[in-house]
Structure formats: C-alpha cells, structure tokens
C-alpha cells in the first residue's frame, strides 16, 4: 500500500487492549501519500470533480523519500554487457542508459506474471539506504527474495520489471507501467491483493487477482516495478521510473508509455513527470501519454501524526507491533520506564535515515481538519490518547505514553510536497486523478485494524482534497472520486479498474 499511506496492508489485524487502553493492530497502512498545509486545502475547487458510486471490492495502498546524500549527477554510459545467469537466465544483454539487465526469470513465477527482470543502475547517486533492521520486516521476502538474488536488502540502484501475460501481442498500442506504493511491491499491489492475509486489501475477504490481470485481459501491454526498499527514498524510485519506462519502450517499440502510480507511488511518478531530481537524476524525457494518480497525496499528508498513541500498537514491538512502517515517537513509557525508540520513529537520527520515504510525504492539515477526540480502527472507537503532544511535539504539551517531535519538525526533515507542487507536470501529460470518499459513518467501508482518517473527507488515509487538488498538473484531464472504496481497495477494486481502462483506451 501505499502511505503513511505509512505503509501498505501486511498481516491479519488483531485488537486488544494495551497498557495504554488502546486497541492493537497488527496490520497498519501508511500513505506515501497524504497531507498538506491548511492553505492549500482548498485546492480542488478548479479540477473537473465526478462522483461516482463505487463497486463491491478493492485494494491496495503505498509510500516514502527524503534526501540523499551527496552525489555526481550522471546519465550512465551505453555499452554492451553480459548479465548473471541461472536457470531461466539470459545472457549478453545490451546495457539502456547505464542499465544492466543482471537475470531473467521466467519458469514457475507466482501470481501470473510471466517474466520478471532484475535491472540495476549504474548510476551512483544510489546509495545503500538506511532500514529498519530490528527484526525482517523491511526485508525482502518470498519469491521476491530470490529475484532479488537472495539478497534481503538489496542495494537501492537494483529492482523488479514484471511482465503481464500476453505483453508481446497486445492489442493496445500503448504499454502500461503500474508503479507501487509503500510497504508494498508489485504482486500484492496489482497481481494478488490477498497476498499478505485478510484485510490486506481493505476489506474482510480479498481477491487472488488484481488490477495487472484485469487490464491485460482488456488487450494492454502491462509491466510493473517492484523497488528494493518497500520504504524508500522517492528520488531513487522516481529516477528507477525512468529505467523502467526505458525497458518497456525498449521492448514493446512504443514512443510513451501509460503511467500509473498508486499510493506513495504517486510521489515516485509525478516526480519523474515533474523534473524533479536531484543533481545526479534524470529530468523528464516526454515518455509519458497519460499519467494516473490514484490514492496520492498530491497535497501531502500527516495521517501518521493524527490519532496520538493509536498508531503505536501496529508499530512498536513493545506493543507487538509488527508493520513496517514509522511511528511518530521517538520515546515509549514501557513498564514505567521511558524507553528510547528513535529507529521506530520517522525522525532522522542517529539510529539513521529509515523513513525518508514517508519524511518527503508529509504536510500538515490540522487549520483544515482540526486533530479530533476519539478514533476508530472500524471495529472499536477509542478515545485518543497523547493527541496533541503527538501532533504539535513536547513543549505546551506532554505525553503521557510516548514522546516525539512532531510533525512541525518531521516536515522540515525531508518534505517534497511544495517543491513537487511548484516543479509541475507539464502540460504534455494528460494527467488524471482517482480518489476514495468513504461514508466515515459507515464501519463496513472503513479499513479494518488501523486508525481511519475521519477528521474529514477522507479514502481511510488520504484526504479527499489532497488526493484530488489540481496543483501544479498542467493538463488535469479529469478528477473522478468513487464513494465508499477505500484506500486499499483503489488498486484492484472493479470500479476503479473500469475507470482506468476508460481513461487509458481513448
């Protein structure tokens, strides 16, 4: 999933009572996507807004950035060059702009995929990034791992292509490529939204087949990322945007390709539209038709800092929180003690850079949606506990079971959302937004096991006026909000399938 949008969804959620009186939940989404400053809230007063109601199903959420160390900008240089090889491997493939094609797999892939690449970069504005490394949950995992070459945290310049099936004879002359948000990858994303349990792609039961399936059937050529850090930095997914859009020209001959971004994939693919770079990245190269916004925040977000100590019990292992996502405290009152817990935080530290990602998401709302009283995980409403302290930081206020800096100091650490806003996509690209309005009074469409956003108009995650603002999108096509699909739903969900294909077959 894709944010704060911390993360996307991951195992069954549990509740129970903590030492806090709060309840615990062991599947927690963060939204790369999500929050914005209060006078930017009124931004999508001048976008083309249509309502419409939504389908019986959904999934999907996602993503997280800051800044990189320094580096020497650098386009990489073309040569030929022989890649590893295994047992569906392939050999002497040419490099494409400082690409290097490492291994091909193509026999007993899961999820009806049917080629999947491992690329690296030699750029060497990658770097080795920072990670959660208390226990394996920001570690590559599953078939993942051995694409990855068995490496558990492979290094930021390598990554995933996935191929859908029937890529070489579509009927569609334009390739589509589906980019993933947080804590997520490209098989839950778009292949399996059942993948990591129950809930994991917003409601009880989840579907074995997703978005990819649904659209390669309809004739398209669909490929998908899969990044090595499910957190990482938005500069370097939006720079492996670019590889992989080369790829797939590369390989299907067309001129441009679709582009479709979900969750904090959002930030990754409108960076790359945008120009937005760092010195040593690449600035748009007029390979995108149409780009596809869904679940971002376009207008940032601060869905992590809301809700107080809610977040904690998904998160902190003291609570036995297990989801790979930052927390907004840097401090735990454990066993009556404070306890130091800086590398869970989303704070850059000396426990390192885990969470840039998610640092570049941020925004502040609270003069739009003011910080409510109570919240709601769609089973239980609870009132929230260190509310203010979590939002605003110790000072006037103090927390009574966790401390931390606030979201004030979190944004000065890493956020992108105005520089992202002011770089602009141009207007060359047909831009098109997808959002989520959930009925916040109904609990069947709300997320199951996590704090909901419900200080106002929201997808679960993302604030409707954030998802939907037209800000800085030279040519916003169309802007389209399905009721009641919540923000995991919107990657798989059969309204919102329909709604791209609409878009994408003009």
Known sequence: ??????????????????????????D???????????????ATSNATVTTADSADSADTSGDTTGDT??????????????????????TGEPVLDGLTLEQTYEDGLANDWVRIERWSDDNPGFIQEDRFDLDARAQQTGQRLEFFDNDPVPHSSVFLLHYAPGWDRAEKPVPILLAHGANDQA????????ESGDFGCGQSECPTTGMMQDLAQRGYAVFAITHPHSQGDNYFWAEQIHDAIQ???DRTGADAVDLVGWSKGVMSTRMYASSLTKEWGTAYQDDIRRLVLVGGPNLGFDYIFRYGTGHNNGIYADYGGIIHAPGPHDELLVLGLWQERAEYGIYKSVKGDNWRGQLQMLAAWDDVYPLTATATNALITWPVGDSKSTYYGEGEYTGLYARGKGIDFAIGQGSIIEPMIDAGIPSSVETYLLCGDLNL?????????????????????????????????GNLAEAVILEDVNHLKLGWDPEAVDQIDAWLAK
Not at 9 to 24: F, I, N, Q, V, Y
Not at 28 to 42: K, Q
Not at 69 to 90: A, H, K, V
Not at 187 to 194: L, S, T
């Open 28 to 42: 927690t989404v963060s939204t790369s996507n999500a929050s914005m400053t209060a006078t930017a809230a009124t």
């Open 187 to 194: 098989d839950r994303a778009w292949a399996n939204p059942g």
């Open 247 to 249: 790829i797939v020209r």
């Open 1 to 26: 999933m894709s944010m704060g949008l911390v993360a996307c969804a991951g195992d069954d959620p549990e509740t129970s009572a903590t030492e806090s009186g709060e309840p615990t939940a062991s």
């Open 69 to 90: 160390g320094d580096t020497t900008d650098t386009t990489g240089d073309t040569s030929d060059t022989t890649g590893d090889t295994s047992d569906t491997g392939e």
């Open 441 to 473: 009074d109904d609990k069947d469409v709300l997320i199951q096991g996590l704090p909901n956003e419900i200080a106002g108009p929201s997808d679960g995650i993302v604030f409707v006026d954030s998802c939907a603002a037209e800000d800085g999108i």
